[in-house]
């Protein structure tokens, strides 16, 4: 194992050499929750009946990694009488919520254990769509405490989490070098600059990209560009904040960088994948994305470019180090299911440290139990975990408000509109302000 990762880490400048990495990606693109903002529960939904047993479904997005099989088989040969059947949703977060919730205001029993992106518990439990759990039956005291309040809303429990995720910064050893630098830079101005120095030997470099498509990825864009600012877009009263002069330098940051070249206008069009592609075919020099582009990187296979030469650190911020927006899948349980009993049971046995760690060996996920990140087999497999559990630490959550949709819809526009040179930042995040408090 390279003395790097094994030693605790020394300084936020810490970063990882490329390694080989042996076991199968999967991606992960869905984000946290913070403190609840709106929303009533005023009327108190019956208690759940736990004590009833029998076949269950899982219904949650569509399983990229190829593993979940295996995994649910593990149960089902041991619980012939309560099977679990996958029902698999599209990939895209959006097009998943809308069929929940279809379910749920259909009444349906169709689907029992509900796979959350962790942004959603404040919506479904405050419509009642999802039921309280019963905290004795989950080991969420090994759990990291910034995942387990993503599943939680008015300090009740909705939901398990399962997985969990931070964006990280993947950069270049050979243009590192070329470049000038002795590590990954921390900001985006060292960023830039070293992006200049190579562009001026390489024009045809793309410079620096991650998700700024129209899509829900932009949400997460958005959210952690305004942290790394100082900036929120709600505080914990739920008041938006996003005309803020903090709120707007995240977002001018890269608005700079689509204006001086620094990022290409092909970005625009980029989600997990297609910025995952352009870094891995040496397009890019540097990528912002989820973990699982790691391995994908590293494939000797000849699909990737780069592999052997990479190296993962935290995300650019705009005075250093940046504050990514947390990834997290949540599991929750409708509260039109049957065998409510087994669904709990179920999700017990997914979030033990057992469970959490053959997933995260199988698929390249990171998994919400603390210990993983300490494990010496993960480890070895992912050398990028301290940053990653880093990165988790200091992560940031998209607004936990019931009008979800509609918020991130606002936010989706406001940042696209600037960054496709349509609006300047401050027009369009005073824009997005007003649309924000008519939201309230």
Not at 169 to 185: I, K, V, W
Request: charged share 25%; net charge negative; aromatic share 8%.
């Amino acid at each position: 194992m390279n003395d790097s990762i094994s030693r605790p880490l020394a300084s936020r400048r810490t970063v990882l050499a490329a390694g080989g990495v042996t076991t199968a990606a999967a991606t992960l693109a869905a984000c946290s929750t913070g403190t609840p903002a709106g929303g009533g529960g005023e009327d108190e939904a019956p208690a759940a009946d736990f004590e009833e047993r029998g076949p269950i479904t899982f219904a949650r997005g569509k399983d990229t990694s190829g593993k979940l099989a295996e995994f649910l088989e593990t149960w089902n040969s041991e619980h012939p009488d309560e099977e679990v059947t996958l029902i698999e949703l599209p990939e895209s977060a959006d097009e998943q919520r809308t069929q929940m919730i279809n379910n749920a205001q259909a009444k349906s029993d169709a689907y029992t254990i509900l796979g959350l992106d962790s942004v959603w518990t404040a919506e479904f439990a405050a419509n009642q769509w999802v039921v309280e759990l019963p905290q004795d039956k989950f080991p969420l005291d090994e759990l990291i405490p910034a995942t387990v309040t993503t599943a939680t809303y008015f300090d009740k429990l909705y939901g398990v989490p399962f997985i969990t995720n931070a964006e990280l910064l993947f950069s270049r050893t050979d243009l590192l070098e070329a470049a000038g630098l002795d590590g990954p830079p921390e900001s985006f101005e060292e960023m830039y600059a070293a992006i200049e120095t190579l562009q001026e030997e390489d024009p045809e470099l793309l410079g620096f990209g991650s998700q700024y498509s129209k899509y829900e990825g932009l949400t997460v864009q958005a959210a952690g560009l305004v942290a790394s600012a100082g900036g929120e877009l709600f505080d914990a009263e739920g008041k938006p904040h996003a005309d803020s002069a903090e709120a707007v330098a995240g977002i001018q940051t890269v608005r700079d960088g689509f204006d001086k070249g620094f990022i290409p206008k092909e970005a625009l069009t980029y989600k997990e994948e297609e910025s995952r592609a352009a870094y891995q075919d040496g397009r890019l020099a540097f990528l912002q994305n989820w973990p699982y582009v790691w391995e994908l990187a590293q494939a000797e296979d000849g699909s990737s470019s780069v592999n052997g030469k990479i190296v993962a650190s935290l995300i650019p911020g705009l005075d250093g180090p940046g504050n990514s927006t947390l990834g997290g899948l949540n599991l929750g349980i409708s509260a039109f299911a049957k065998n409510k009993g087994t669904a709990v049971d179920f999700i017990a046995f997914r979030a033990a440290a057992e469970q959490q760690k053959a997933w995260g060996l199988a698929t390249a996920q990171a998994g919400s139990n603390a210990a993983i990140y300490e494990d010496a087999d993960m480890l070895e497999a992912f050398p990028f975990l301290p940053q990653l559990k880093e990165a988790i630490d200091t992560g940031v959550a998209r607004p936990a408000v019931v009008q979800y949709g509609e918020v991130t819809q606002a936010i989706q526009e406001a940042a696209y509109a600037c960054f496709s040179g349509e609006k300047d930042a401050e027009p369009a995040m005073k824009d997005l302000q007003t649309r924000l408090t008519e939201l309230q």
